[in-house]
């Protein structure tokens, strides 16, 4: 049995860690700020697995308060991994909060990559294809160079660069993903400016209203089932000290998204268009790295990953409202946001 400190294990993709490794026979320490994610996502692990997880709530208000938290964390318990996935992830937002962005998801990291360090603890690190950017070409390889178009991508590659400098000189033991547009139950769909999915159905469902869509709605992505996400971040196969691509093969437009939870909704299909805004047109990874050593995976159809999360959000009624942060530049940002920001 092994012993994992998981960070962000509320959220929708570290609540599916968190129950495989638990499944598997591992021992999980959860530490989330539960402003994303949610309690209700591991109350059933925490009653099913007393004895091998523990669900923590970390509030620190300042960078020495969050130095003695993990400090502390670490000093109570022997870790072999430290799986990172807490992060504050909102792309589109991030050109407008950086300074945050920065603070949280940059010197929160680089806490954890100290203490991995001081504690010859293992890290797996949750990036973002968002590294990428624009790219120069699709779909993008580990091998391409990084060229992230905002404050949330150059975090996450910031974050890698610091990781591979701790292996050189620490000898720091690593994996690095950079996942996509991923969707699974359990997601937060009380986010109003992040998870595109989680807005469709929450206008379908709830708000009874039509889908925004920036554009002309033709971005293309590769929405990527969370389950399957979760069981290759934590597959032993996978050799350390590499980054791998992680996520679905299919592409689509974030308008036949929108067709697909309409139907699966079973509501009208109407849209709002909104003024176009800045952001990748097309976002696809290649995986035939992470193929290499897992092999090929039968992927579920994206109409039944959607029915799948609309029929679990028309039972779960209790979502997150996710405490946004404070807008430090507003020039720019989208208009239909600034309702629901100050």
Not at 36 to 46: A, C, P
Not at 81 to 107: D, K, M, Q, T
Not at 110 to 121: F, P, R, V
Request: proline share 4%; glycine share 6%.
């Amino acid at each position: 049995m092994k012993k994992y400190l998981l960070t962000g294990h509320a959220g929708f993709l570290g609540r599916w860690v968190c129950k495989y490794l638990l499944e598997k026979g591992d021992s999980v320490v959860g530490v989330d700020t539960f402003e994303g994610g949610h309690e209700n996502n591991v109350r059933e692990l925490i009653t099913q697995y007393p004895n091998t997880f523990v669900s923590l709530k970390v509030i620190a208000t300042t960078r020495e308060h969050k130095l003695q938290c993990y400090e502390k964390l670490f000093e109570t318990d022997k870790y072999e991994e430290v799986i990172h996935l807490g992060a504050f992830a909102s792309e589109g937002l991030s050109p407008f909060i950086r300074s945050f962005i920065y603070e949280n998801n940059v010197i929160d990291s680089s806490i954890i990559i100290n203490e991995c360090i001081k504690h010859k603890c293992k890290l797996t690190y949750a990036s973002s294809i968002a590294t990428y950017g624009h790219g120069r070409s699709t779909p993008f390889k580990e091998t391409d160079t990084p060229m992230p178009i905002d404050p949330y991508g150059i975090a996450k590659y910031v974050i890698e660069l610091d990781i591979q400098a701790a292996h050189h000189t620490h000898g720091l033991q690593y994996k690095i993903f950079r996942p996509h547009n991923i969707i699974a139950t359990y997601q937060n769909l009380n986010d109003p400016v992040r998870n595109v999915l989680g807005i469709f159905i929450k206008k379908a469902l709830f708000e009874k209203k039509p889908f925004p869509i920036f554009g002309d709605g033709l971005q293309k992505r590769q929405f990527s089932y969370g389950n399957q996400v979760a069981k290759d971040i934590i597959d032993e196969r996978l050799p350390w000290n590499e980054v791998y691509n992680v996520g679905g093969n299919i592409s689509t437009t974030v308008l036949d998204l929108a067709k697909l939870v309409a139907k699966a909704a079973k509501v009208e299909f109407k849209i709002e268009q909104l003024p176009e805004r800045i952001e990748a047109k097309i976002a696809e990874a290649d995986h035939s790295k992470i193929e290499k050593y897992r092999g090929k995976v039968k992927e579920p159809k994206l109409e039944s990953i959607v029915k799948e999360v609309v029929e679990y959000a028309e039972q779960t009624q209790d979502w997150t409202i996710r405490k946004l942060p404070k807008v430090e530049v507003w020039e720019g940002l989208p208009e239909s946001w600034k309702k629901y920001l100050v």
